[in-house]
C-alpha cells in the first residue's frame, strides 16, 4: 500500500500515514490506553502489548492499523477489520477504534485516515465501510455527518463479554447432540 502524504495547517509539519510495523506496537497499546481514557472506559482496557501484538502480527492477525505520524511522533490510530454482509454479497471494513492524539487534533488527520481506510475498502472491493460512535461524542457525530456518513438511528450494537460470554457458549456446549 502507497505512504500517502498529507498536509496539515501551515504552522506543523506534514504528516504521514502508514500501515502499522510490529515496532510501533508500544505506541499503539499507549494510545489505545489514552483512547479508554477519553471514552471513560479504562476500567474496561485490559489488553497488553502482547496482546496487541498477538492480533495485529501473530500468526493468524484478526485487524490492521493505520497510523498517523507527524516526524517521529505517532499521532493517531485506525484500527480495522473485515465483516462481511450477507444482504451484499460482500465483505466490509469495520473501523474498531480512531485516535488522534490531543496535541495533533484539528489538523486534518483524522479525516485524512478516513479518506485512506474508504479508498483501502473501495481497493478490496468492499461493499461498506462503517464504524460505531458514542451517542455523546457531538462532536464526533458531527464530524462525521460533514463526511457524508448516515448515523443509523435503528441498529444498536449487541454485546456479550465476560461470564455472559462463557455461560451462552457453555449452554451451546451443553445442548449440543452427543457424537458417541
Known amino acids: 500500500m502507497p505512504r500517502p ?4 495547517h501551515d504552522e506543523a509539519p506534514p504528516f504521514v500515514i502508514r500501515g502499522a510495523r510490529r ?6 497499546h499507549a ?11 479504562r476500567h474496561l482496557f485490559v489488553a497488553t502489548e502482547s496482546d496487541v501484538e498477538t492480533a ?16 517521529d ?20 471494513l469495520w473501523l474498531e477504534d480512531l485516535f488522534v492524539r490531543p496535541e495533533f487534533r ?7 485516515l478516513l479518506r485512506a481506510l474508504a479508498a483501502i475498502a ?5 461493499g461498506r465501510f462503517e464504524w ?3 451517542d455523546w461524542n457531538a462532536s464526533a457525530i458531527d464530524f462525521y455527518r460533514s463526511l457524508g456518513a448516515t448515523i443509523l438511528p435503528d441498529w444498536r450494537i449487541v454485546r456479550l463479554v465476560g461470564p455472559s460470554l462463557a455461560a451462552l457458549a457453555d449452554g451451546a456446549a451443553a445442548a449440543a447432540p452427543s457424537q458417541a
Open 5 to 8: 502524504r498529507f498536509p496539515s
Open 23 to 28: 515496532e510501533d506496537v508500544g505506541a499503539i
Open 31 to 41: 494510545m489505545i490506553g489514552a483512547l479508554a481514557d477519553y471514552e471513560k472506559l
Open 56 to 71: 495485529l502480527f501473530g500468526p493468524s492477525p484478526r485487524a490492521e492499523v493505520l497510523l498517523a505520524w507527524q516526524g
Open 73 to 92: 511522533e505517532p499521532a493517531a490510530f485506525a484500527l480495522f477489520l473485515h465483516n462481511f454482509s450477507t444482504f451484499l454479497g460482500r465483505p466490509g
Open 106 to 112: 484539528r489538523r486534518g488527520i483524522a479525516q485524512a
Open 122 to 126: 473501495q481497493a478490496r472491493g468492499c
Open 132 to 134: 460505531a460512535v458514542l
